[in-house]
T-cell receptor, first 111, second 118 residues
Protein backbone atom coordinates (compact mmCIF):
# COMPACT_ATOMS: atom_id res chain seq x y z
CA UNK A 1 0.00 0.00 0.00
CA UNK A 2 1.41 3.35 -1.07
CA UNK A 3 0.63 6.04 1.47
CA UNK A 4 2.28 8.62 -0.75
CA UNK A 5 1.25 9.25 -4.33
CA UNK A 6 3.69 11.01 -6.60
CA UNK A 7 2.88 12.74 -9.85
CA UNK A 8 3.66 12.71 -12.60
CA UNK A 9 5.11 9.21 -12.79
CA UNK A 10 7.27 10.14 -15.77
CA UNK A 11 8.47 13.49 -17.02
CA UNK A 12 10.64 14.18 -20.05
CA UNK A 13 11.66 17.78 -20.68
CA UNK A 14 14.26 19.83 -22.50
CA UNK A 15 17.23 21.38 -20.77
CA UNK A 16 16.37 24.82 -19.42
CA UNK A 17 12.71 24.13 -18.73
CA UNK A 18 11.11 24.40 -15.30
CA UNK A 19 9.16 21.59 -13.68
CA UNK A 20 7.22 20.68 -10.56
CA UNK A 21 6.63 17.24 -9.12
CA UNK A 22 4.09 16.50 -6.44
CA UNK A 23 3.82 14.20 -3.47
CA UNK A 24 0.37 13.75 -1.94
CA UNK A 25 -1.13 11.76 0.89
CA UNK A 26 -4.22 11.59 3.05
CA UNK A 27 -1.95 11.01 6.05
CA UNK A 28 -0.19 13.59 8.16
CA UNK A 29 3.55 13.15 8.46
CA UNK A 30 5.95 14.31 11.13
CA UNK A 31 8.43 15.24 8.45
CA UNK A 32 8.98 14.63 4.79
CA UNK A 33 12.10 13.99 2.81
CA UNK A 34 13.02 14.12 -0.85
CA UNK A 35 15.56 11.76 -2.36
CA UNK A 36 17.08 11.44 -5.81
CA UNK A 37 18.11 8.07 -7.13
CA UNK A 38 20.26 7.27 -10.15
CA UNK A 39 20.18 3.89 -11.91
CA UNK A 40 22.01 1.19 -9.98
CA UNK A 41 22.47 3.35 -6.90
CA UNK A 42 20.63 3.91 -3.65
CA UNK A 43 18.50 7.01 -3.03
CA UNK A 44 20.41 10.08 -1.91
CA UNK A 45 18.82 12.53 0.52
CA UNK A 46 18.17 16.01 -0.88
CA UNK A 47 16.21 17.72 1.89
CA UNK A 48 14.09 17.23 5.01
CA UNK A 49 11.10 19.47 5.72
CA UNK A 50 9.48 19.44 9.12
CA UNK A 51 7.16 22.40 9.60
CA UNK A 52 3.87 22.85 7.76
CA UNK A 53 4.29 25.51 5.08
CA UNK A 54 8.06 25.26 5.19
CA UNK A 55 9.98 26.14 2.04
CA UNK A 56 13.58 25.10 1.48
CA UNK A 57 15.83 25.94 -1.42
CA UNK A 58 18.79 23.97 -2.64
CA UNK A 59 20.34 25.83 -5.57
CA UNK A 60 17.81 25.39 -8.40
CA UNK A 61 15.55 23.12 -6.35
CA UNK A 62 12.72 24.47 -4.20
CA UNK A 63 10.90 22.18 -1.77
CA UNK A 64 7.63 23.01 -0.05
CA UNK A 65 5.81 21.15 2.70
CA UNK A 66 2.05 21.63 2.72
CA UNK A 67 0.43 23.54 5.57
CA UNK A 68 -1.34 20.39 6.76
CA UNK A 69 1.85 18.30 6.43
CA UNK A 70 0.12 15.92 4.02
CA UNK A 71 1.72 16.95 0.77
CA UNK A 72 4.85 18.40 -0.72
CA UNK A 73 6.20 19.69 -3.97
CA UNK A 74 9.59 19.91 -5.62
CA UNK A 75 10.19 22.63 -8.18
CA UNK A 76 13.27 22.63 -10.40
CA UNK A 77 14.26 25.77 -12.25
CA UNK A 78 16.21 25.60 -15.51
CA UNK A 79 16.57 21.83 -15.47
CA UNK A 80 19.86 20.31 -16.55
CA UNK A 81 20.69 16.82 -17.83
CA UNK A 82 22.39 16.14 -14.51
CA UNK A 83 19.00 16.43 -12.82
CA UNK A 84 17.88 13.23 -14.54
CA UNK A 85 16.87 10.54 -12.07
CA UNK A 86 14.12 9.08 -9.95
CA UNK A 87 12.80 11.57 -7.40
CA UNK A 88 11.30 9.98 -4.30
CA UNK A 89 9.40 11.56 -1.45
CA UNK A 90 9.29 9.86 1.93
CA UNK A 91 7.01 10.68 4.83
CA UNK A 92 7.93 9.96 8.42
CA UNK A 93 5.32 8.23 10.51
CA UNK A 94 4.00 9.97 13.61
CA UNK A 95 6.05 7.76 15.92
CA UNK A 96 9.21 9.10 14.27
CA UNK A 97 10.15 5.51 13.53
CA UNK A 98 10.39 5.08 9.82
CA UNK A 99 9.74 6.60 6.45
CA UNK A 100 7.22 5.50 3.86
CA UNK A 101 8.30 6.12 0.30
CA UNK A 102 6.26 7.20 -2.67
CA UNK A 103 6.51 5.41 -5.99
CA UNK A 104 8.68 8.15 -7.46
CA UNK A 105 8.79 10.49 -10.43
CA UNK A 106 11.18 9.49 -13.17
CA UNK A 107 12.66 12.65 -14.67
CA UNK A 108 14.58 12.76 -17.93
CA UNK A 109 16.17 16.06 -18.96
CA UNK A 110 17.25 16.07 -22.58
CA UNK A 111 20.20 18.24 -23.68
CA UNK B 1 33.40 2.71 6.49
CA UNK B 2 32.77 5.66 4.26
CA UNK B 3 29.37 4.45 3.13
CA UNK B 4 26.82 1.72 3.67
CA UNK B 5 28.19 -1.48 2.24
CA UNK B 6 25.99 -4.35 1.11
CA UNK B 7 27.02 -7.78 -0.04
CA UNK B 8 26.70 -9.59 -2.25
CA UNK B 9 25.86 -7.04 -4.94
CA UNK B 10 24.06 -9.71 -6.95
CA UNK B 11 22.68 -13.05 -5.81
CA UNK B 12 21.04 -15.67 -7.98
CA UNK B 13 19.57 -18.58 -6.10
CA UNK B 14 17.33 -21.52 -6.80
CA UNK B 15 13.84 -21.58 -5.45
CA UNK B 16 13.74 -23.22 -2.03
CA UNK B 17 17.28 -22.21 -1.03
CA UNK B 18 18.05 -19.92 1.90
CA UNK B 19 19.92 -16.67 1.34
CA UNK B 20 21.65 -14.24 3.69
CA UNK B 21 22.13 -10.61 2.74
CA UNK B 22 24.66 -8.55 4.61
CA UNK B 23 24.71 -4.87 5.48
CA UNK B 24 27.62 -2.97 6.99
CA UNK B 25 26.39 0.49 8.03
CA UNK B 26 28.34 3.69 8.37
CA UNK B 27 30.46 3.61 11.49
CA UNK B 28 28.64 5.32 14.34
CA UNK B 29 25.20 5.12 12.77
CA UNK B 30 22.89 3.78 15.41
CA UNK B 31 19.79 2.93 13.42
CA UNK B 32 19.67 0.51 10.53
CA UNK B 33 16.83 -0.17 8.13
CA UNK B 34 16.03 -2.79 5.55
CA UNK B 35 13.92 -1.87 2.55
CA UNK B 36 12.93 -3.75 -0.58
CA UNK B 37 12.64 -1.93 -3.87
CA UNK B 38 10.96 -3.09 -7.04
CA UNK B 39 12.21 -1.72 -10.34
CA UNK B 40 11.00 1.84 -10.86
CA UNK B 41 9.25 1.96 -7.49
CA UNK B 42 10.03 3.51 -4.15
CA UNK B 43 11.58 1.46 -1.33
CA UNK B 44 9.19 -0.61 0.79
CA UNK B 45 9.92 -0.81 4.52
CA UNK B 46 10.81 -4.22 5.94
CA UNK B 47 12.35 -3.76 9.39
CA UNK B 48 14.64 -1.57 11.46
CA UNK B 49 17.03 -1.68 14.40
CA UNK B 50 18.19 0.78 17.00
CA UNK B 51 21.60 -0.53 17.98
CA UNK B 52 21.08 -4.30 18.28
CA UNK B 53 17.40 -4.15 19.12
CA UNK B 54 14.91 -4.89 16.38
CA UNK B 55 12.26 -2.25 16.96
CA UNK B 56 9.82 -2.89 14.18
CA UNK B 57 9.49 -5.84 11.84
CA UNK B 58 6.00 -5.08 10.64
CA UNK B 59 7.12 -4.84 7.03
CA UNK B 60 8.56 -8.33 6.77
CA UNK B 61 6.28 -10.14 4.29
CA UNK B 62 6.07 -13.44 6.17
CA UNK B 63 7.94 -15.65 8.60
CA UNK B 64 10.46 -16.76 5.98
CA UNK B 65 12.07 -13.36 6.40
CA UNK B 66 14.16 -12.52 9.44
CA UNK B 67 16.85 -10.02 10.34
CA UNK B 68 19.42 -9.61 13.05
CA UNK B 69 22.03 -7.12 14.17
CA UNK B 70 23.66 -8.92 17.11
CA UNK B 71 26.38 -6.41 17.96
CA UNK B 72 24.64 -3.27 16.87
CA UNK B 73 26.69 -2.89 13.71
CA UNK B 74 26.53 -5.38 10.83
CA UNK B 75 23.09 -6.73 10.01
CA UNK B 76 21.95 -9.80 8.13
CA UNK B 77 18.62 -10.23 6.38
CA UNK B 78 17.83 -13.90 5.89
CA UNK B 79 15.22 -15.32 3.56
CA UNK B 80 14.43 -18.97 4.01
CA UNK B 81 12.98 -21.25 1.32
CA UNK B 82 13.15 -18.51 -1.28
CA UNK B 83 10.35 -18.08 -3.79
CA UNK B 84 10.35 -16.31 -7.14
CA UNK B 85 8.25 -13.47 -5.72
CA UNK B 86 11.15 -12.67 -3.37
CA UNK B 87 13.17 -11.43 -6.35
CA UNK B 88 13.88 -7.74 -5.83
CA UNK B 89 16.53 -5.21 -4.88
CA UNK B 90 17.10 -5.32 -1.14
CA UNK B 91 18.43 -2.07 0.28
CA UNK B 92 19.94 -1.32 3.62
CA UNK B 93 20.09 2.17 5.06
CA UNK B 94 21.59 3.60 8.20
CA UNK B 95 21.08 6.83 10.06
CA UNK B 96 23.00 8.85 12.60
CA UNK B 97 19.84 9.64 14.52
CA UNK B 98 18.04 7.22 16.75
CA UNK B 99 14.83 6.07 15.10
CA UNK B 100 12.03 7.07 17.38
CA UNK B 101 13.68 10.35 18.27
CA UNK B 102 12.47 13.75 17.22
CA UNK B 103 15.37 14.58 14.96
CA UNK B 104 15.99 12.53 11.90
CA UNK B 105 18.90 13.20 9.62
CA UNK B 106 17.69 11.00 6.86
CA UNK B 107 19.02 7.76 5.60
CA UNK B 108 22.20 6.85 3.83
CA UNK B 109 21.41 3.98 1.53
CA UNK B 110 23.68 1.24 0.32
CA UNK B 111 23.84 0.19 -3.31
CA UNK B 112 21.69 -2.83 -2.56
CA UNK B 113 21.67 -6.55 -3.23
CA UNK B 114 19.85 -7.63 -6.36
CA UNK B 115 18.26 -10.98 -5.53
CA UNK B 116 17.01 -13.21 -8.31
CA UNK B 117 15.23 -16.44 -7.47
CA UNK B 118 15.06 -18.88 -10.37
Amino acid sequence: TQLLEQSPQFLSIQEGENLTVYCNSSSVFSSLQWYRQEPGEGPVLLVTVVTGGEVKKLKRLTFQFGDARKDSSLHITAAQPGDTGLYLCAGEDDNFNKFYFGSGTKLNVKP
Amino acid sequence: GAGVSQSPRYKVTKRGQDVALRCDPISGHVSLYWYRQALGQGPEFLTYFNYEAQQDKSGLPNDRFSAERPEGSISTLTIQRTEQRDSAMYRCASSFSLAGGTANYGYTFGSGTRLTVV
